[in-house]
């Protein structure tokens, strides 16, 4: 029997609750995160989008694009909160759900909690709901497999919901252009657009050998996808390990200044990936390799999670300046978080409680 998919993604997130939770910003174009002098947006109410404002655009082109543009800075523990708060929606409905971020969550609900044969009905359901004790209008997307059911939570945005018939799954994926398909991304797309691969009817061109000889193991991925094959469950108990971020130097570096540059772009990395993911973790370890391939790792674990640029940031230079032996070379230096996704004590917030000093005072150079 073929299955039943729900995926759900919320609307414009960061920027939707920012604009509940300050009604002077509703009905008004603003970005989340950056501002007209430095950083990038993180995402834009869809009264910005109208101008062109995007996720991960400079702040300065966003302000040109939209000189309306209200800069407004994120609150990381309130899209958290909403994010449990929305699991535990989704718990009323099915036990089988997968959250892939901090926004949207796939759900199985072949067979679910309210005995309800029409997948469309409970998506309808959990829509209502979600914006009932939210506040928030989230899309749906309705289909018998993962990859169609999240297309189609996106097709029609904001307060979507989308049903991808099983019937009508081939005719849909014919026409959807390939840079919709999950795992082809800009670098895949280009590639794939030099072969005069377009549209997902062009998928059909390579044989399957073609494709594996070409796209190695994706490439099967690929080949089935344009069959409308795609057999992954929702993972209900699966949970990341870690976020880490490595970074291979190609010169040797001397300096602790060079480091410190080094792993400012991994710090700036690491955050991207926790904003993106939605949680942070309680451990943080720093790696570095020598040239000689000797591995030190320093690791420092907290009550709370680390999950703020600024304590992302902060435990990162304090494990920096742990080491004391810096090796002559260095090869690799990496960040990463563990201990994820613990939930934290009732009524505690995620923010740490270990006061920083503004500016560290480097221990050791070499
Ligand atoms: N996000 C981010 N940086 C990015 C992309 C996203 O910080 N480059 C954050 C902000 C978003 C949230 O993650 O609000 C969810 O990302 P989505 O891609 O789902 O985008 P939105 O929810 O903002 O908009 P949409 O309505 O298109 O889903
Ligand atoms: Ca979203
Ligand atoms: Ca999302």
Not at 39 to 63: D, L
Not at 186 to 195: F, Q
Not at 196 to 218: C, E, M, T, Y
Not at 265 to 272: A, F, N, S, T, V
């Amino acid at each position: 029997m073929l299955r039943k998919i729900i995926h759900i993604d919320m609307d414009a997130f960061f920027a939707s609750v920012e604009q509940r939770d300050r009604p002077e910003l509703r009905g008004k174009p603003i970005a989340v995160g950056g501002s007209e002098w430095r950083g990038v947006v993180s995402t834009a109410s869809y009264e910005a989008r109208i101008f062109g404002v995007k996720s991960a655009m400079p702040g300065w082109q966003a302000k040109k694009l939209c000189p309306e543009l209200i800069f407004v800075e994120p609150r990381f523990e309130a899209y958290q909160k909403v994010s449990v708060q929305i699991r535990e929606i989704f718990e009323k409905y099915t036990e089988q759900i997968e959250s892939v971020s901090i926004d949207e969550a796939y759900l199985d609900v072949t067979e679910n909690l309210l005995n309800e044969p029409l997948a469309m009905s409970v998506a309808q359901k959990i829509q209502e709901d979600v914006l009932l004790n939210t506040g928030l209008s989230c899309s749906a997307g309705v289909s018998y497999c993962k990859f169609l059911a999240k297309v189609a939570s996106d097709l029609k945005k904001p307060r979507g919901l989308t049903v991808i018939h099983p019937d009508k799954a081939i005719e849909f994926i014919h026409n959807l252009p390939i840079e919709k398909f999950h795992g082809i991304g800009k670098v895949t797309a280009s590639k794939m657009k030099l072969l005069g691969i377009h549209k997902g009817a062009d998928l059909n061109k390579l044989s399957k050998l073609q494709w594996v000889k070409r796209f190695g193991k994706s490439g099967i991925w690929f080949y089935n996808l344009a069959k409308g094959i795609d057999d992954r469950p929702v993972l209900s108990f699966h949970q990341r390990k870690s976020i880490g971020v490595e970074r291979t130097l190609e010169q040797k570096i001397s300096e602790l200044t060079e480091l410190e540059l080094v792993l400012e772009k991994i710090i700036q990395k690491l955050i991207e990936r926790v904003q993106r993911i939605g949680y942070g973790g309680r451990t943080m370890s720093l790696k570095l390799k020598s040239a000689d391939f000797v591995i030190q790792t320093f690791s420092k674990t907290y009550v709370h999670w680390i999950s703020t640029p600024t304590d992302i940031s902060n435990v990162a230079y304090e494990l920096l300046y742990q080491v004391k032996t810096m090796p002559a070379e260095i090869r690799l230096l990496g960040l990463s978080l563990t201990n994820l996704n613990d939930p934290l004590p009732q009524g505690q917030n995620s923010q740490m409680r270990i006061p920083f000093p503004d500016i560290y005072e480097p221990r050791n150079s070499f």
